[in-house]
């Protein structure tokens, strides 16, 4: 696979998403970092986005829930370029009947190299880093190199 450089913008697009033993987690860490993520834009799979949004007020785009095709929905939108990161508190105890899909969001958001961050300790270095405050570079497959190498 070849790559290319790209800017990530200042304000972030960022995925919410969380199974349901893992939704109180995920909304006591949207309200402690409430204030940083109020300035960027956020997207969440359906259940996890109404909680988020009742329980701390930030504005958020809820797609469809997550075993109805929400993180597919997440997992495009990562493939056209239109989320930079990708906070997803997925269930390490319990087997979901979406797992295909919950594997492919996965597999989707290494391919285009956004950073995710599975747990609280890792979102919190992520929504901290120096990397928050302004555009990044970030490596991207590239398509037309990628087309060239089957061919
Ligand atoms: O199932 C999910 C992620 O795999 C999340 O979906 P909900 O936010 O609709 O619960």
Redesign the pocket.
Known sequence: MQYKTILSPARKRIAL????NR?PTLIGWCQRHREVLAQHELF??????GLIGRETGLELSAL?????G??QQIGAKISEGGIDMLV?F?DPFEP?P?DP??KA?LRIAAVWNIPVACNRASADMMLTSPLMAGSYERDIPDYEGYLGARS
Not at 17 to 20: I, S, T
Not at 44 to 49: D, K, Q, S, V, Y
Not at 64 to 68: R, T
């Open positions: 998403v969380a199974h349901d939704k969440a799979t359906g259940t996890t986005g469809l829930s997550g075993p109805l929400g993180d997803f997925w979901m979406h899909d919950v969001l």
